[in-house]
């Protein structure tokens, strides 16, 4: 029930108020410390030390890849393909072109809002595809509630973090300027309604703002003020 609402990022004593990452290898390790405190990590609430997963904390149980499910590997909620594929850069090199040669693109495969621990194994499995309703499929990842549709390539993720990727999703497409479809908009839509901004959603937002230099608006305002403005 509790643990259900991973509260991420709950309680750092201090935050820096840094410069945005600038890449995605800066994010990730920018991301570690920011999540070290309650080291949960976001499709299965998994409790994590360092780079291994603990799987019994949640009743994990791997479905094929048993040594990757064992690693927590940082997952962007809108993916980097869907980001890049918005682009041009992608057409004429994929990924690496984009992160080499598209600024902007980089802006958005850093953004901390963007990023969560993940399980390997489940980051592995969601791939590039696209949230969505699913019926439920027990026992796919043992107690896990995130369920992974190869055929269809759609994920639906567990209840407590729906409402997170959703607002996620508003962001990311604001602030880069990316196309949602009307089906995903609608869904996003119905989600932001149906599980509405928690006590945890606001304490990241505020603690990823003082890192990124801004908030999430879909989550609610942040207070700069709070941030420290000296590395710690």
């Known amino acids: 029930m509790i643990r259900c609402l991973i509260p991420l990022l709950c309680c750092l004593a201090s935050v820096s108020l840094n410069a945005a990452p600038a890449s995605f290898a800066e994010a990730k390790r920018l991301a570690w410390p920011l999540y070290a405190k309650q080291s949960t990590e976001f499709y299965c609430g998994c409790k994590y030390s360092g780079n291994r997963v603990d ?41 690496k072109n984009c992160a080499a040669k598209d600024v902007q693109f980089r802006k958005a495969e850093a953004d901390l809002h963007n990023l969560v621990p993940s399980i390997g194994e489940v980051n592995g499995d969601r791939s590039n595809y696209s949230f969505a309703w699913l019926p439920q499929q ?95």
């Open 138 to 232: 027990p026992h796919q990842y043992g107690q896990c509630q995130t369920v992974v549709d190869f055929k269809a390539r759609k994920v639906m993720p567990r209840p407590a973090i729906r409402g997170m990727i959703a607002r996620t999703y508003f962001y990311m497409a604001d602030r880069y300027q990316l196309r949602l479809s009307k089906q995903d908009r609608q869904l996003y839509q119905a989600w932001d309604k149906a599980y509405p901004v928690k006590r945890w959603e606001q304490q990241r937002n505020q603690q990823v703002a003082c890192v990124m230099g801004w908030g999430n608006p879909h989550v609610g305002k942040v207070e700069m003020s709070r941030c420290a403005r000296k590395r710690t």
């Open 55 to 95: 799987l019994r904390s949640c009743g994990y149980s791997p479905r094929k890849n048993a040594g990757r499910a064992k690693r927590i590997e940082w997952e962007h909620i809108v993916p980097a393909w869907v980001i890049g594929h918005q682009r041009q850069c992608w057409q004429q090199g994929g990924r």
